[in-house]
Structures are given as structure tokens and as C-alpha cells.
């Protein structure tokens, strides 16, 4: 892999590579190590090649995610299989849609997830959520929906049983991503997850847990951060430093003042 990004790097005439970012898979380190030893040759390595892996935000988010939403495993799967079998005939959409006239709620398509794709799991359920009543009375229309899901629909070696009104409550709990919003990102992130784990709801608070440990991998502590998402946001004049600075004591406490004047990822910076 690293032989064909640097082929390509030839052919397009480009050999001072700033950083590169990748997902979280093992090969990916050997590969950007490979790049690096190449960009030491080319005599075009930065800093040594030290902060070149960035590891993607949005695949960290997506094993975050995917983790907590474990703990509703049961209830996801429900709701998935029962928008599938609406989904699967031409006749049953137009049950469907006749229920939601009798509901007065806007006709529009359900969306069927990928589950691999937490983003689309969030669509399959926000659509759900919103069509909730004319779901109910589908499920009353049709007893057809009912067998399916009792003996039918399997999630892990067994039947995922019948959609319940505790199912329902447990998943209704810039577009473009630019390295200079990346680190506010994880901040919002930490601080949102900080405040959830000690919610009353013990679900939410169970999965909240669950997301932390993950989060808590990879961005538990400011010294697991790629110095390169600091500096970023410190080049954007809407922030600096003092944004920075706020957003690592918001989230970490006095472990945070990590780039206060004097310290050492200040001089870094600087």
C-alpha cells in the first residue's frame, strides 16, 4: 500500500507531504512508516516524520458510536427489521403510505441502514421516530409484520421478537469536516459525553460509559493527540491559542494547561 500512494506521489510529481490521515487499521501504520522512511530519503520529511500519521476523526467517531450502540443492540435490530419487511414489497409501501395519510404525516420512503455506517443507523431511526404512529398502525394492519419478527427476523442466532413501546423510547434518545474544526470536534465530543455519564437515565448512561472507554483510547489524555490538531486550530485567527487552551481544560481538567506560554507544546508551536 505504502508503494502505491508513493508511485503515485511520483507520478504526480509531489514529494513534500505534510501529513496523512488514515484509519485506525494496524496496516496503516506500517504504511504510513513506510512513507515516512520514503519522505527521509526524498529529504522532505517534516519534523522527522514525527506528526505525519492523523489518525481520521470520523473513524473514531464511527468505533465510538458503534460501541455504545451495543447497549440497544436489541432494540436496533427490531426497528431495522421491521422497516426492512415494510420495505420489501411494492404493496406493503403502499399500506404503509395509506397509514400515513390516516395520520396526516407527510408520505415519505423509510430509510434501511447500513449497520456498519453508524451515520446511516441515525437516519433509519431518526425517520422512525418521525413516523412512529403510522409504524403503530401498520403493525395492527398488517399481523404479517408480527410473525416476522417472532420467528422470522434473526439478530445473533435468534429471533428479535416484537417492536415494543421500549424500543421505541430506546433509540429515540459544516457538512464538511476541515482540520482547523477538527479538534473543537473532539472537544464538543468529550464535554457532551462527560455530562451524559452522569445522567439518571441508566440506558443512556450505560451507553454513554461504553462511548467514553472508546473515546478514552484515542483521545483520553491531550499527549494522545497528534500535535498537528492543535495547530491547526491555533492558525485559524478566530481561535489562537486561548480557544485551545479553554477547550483542553474544559476537557481534561488541570491536565489540560498542556499549552499554556512556557509549556512544552507551546514552544512546540512556536
Known amino acids: 500500500m505504502a508503494m502505491c500512494i508513493i508511485d503515485y506521489l511520483r507520478e504526480w510529481g509531489l ?3 505534510f501529513t496523512v490521515t488514515v484509519d485506525n487499521a494496524s496496516s496503516n501504520d506500517v504504511t504510513v512508516e513506510k512513507l515516512s522512511d520514503k519522505l527521509d530519503d526524498w529529504g ?24 455504545s450502540l451495543k447497549e440497544s443492540g436489541i432494540s436496533i435490530a427490531r426497528v431495522r427489521c421491521t422497516v426492512r419487511y415494510i420495505r420489501q414489497s411494492p404493496a406493503r409501501l403502499r399500506k404503509f403510505q395509506e397509514c400515513c395519510e390516516s395520520e396526516n404525516i407527510v408520505k415519505k420512503s ?7 455506517r453508524w451515520n446511516f443507523t441515525y ?33 445473533d442466532g435468534k429471533p428479535v421478537g416484537m417492536l415494543t413501546r421500549t424500543d421505541r423510547d ?17 472537544g464538543q465530543v468529550a464535554i457532551y459525553l462527560n455530562r451524559l455519564i452522569t445522567t439518571e437515565d441508566e440506558l443512556l448512561s450505560e451507553m454513554t460509559s461504553s462511548m467514553w472507554k472508546k473515546f478514552e483510547k484515542y483521545w483520553g489524555k491531550p499527549k494522545k493527540m497528534n500535535k498537528m490538531i492543535f495547530i491547526a486550530c491555533v492558525l485559524d485567527p478566530r481561535y489562537k491559542f486561548t480557544t485551545v487552551s479553554f477547550v483542553l481544560e474544559k476537557m481534561f481538567g488541570d491536565e489540560g ?14
Open 15 to 17: 514529494k513534500k507531504i
Open 44 to 67: 522532505t520529511n517534516s519534523m522527522n516524520g514525527q506528526h505525519l500519521h492523523v489518525r481520521c476523526i470520523s473513524h473514531i467517531v464511527n468505533l465510538i458510536v458503534k460501541n
Open 110 to 116: 423509510l430509510c434501511l441502514d447500513v449497520p456498519t
Open 123 to 155: 437516519l433509519m431511526l431518526s425517520k422512525v421516530i418521525e413516523y412512529e404512529r403510522a409504524i403503530k398502525e401498520y403493525s395492527d394492519r398488517d399481523t404479517g409484520l408480527s410473525r416476522y419478527l417472532m420467528f422470522d427476523a434473526i439478530s
Open 170 to 186: 430506546d433509540v429515540s434518545r459544516s457538512l464538511y469536516v476541515t482540520s482547523n474544526a477538527h479538534f473543537l470536534e473532539i
Open 257 to 270: 494547561k498542556i499549552i499554556e506560554r512556557g509549556s512544552y507544546l507551546y514552544e512546540f508551536i512556536v
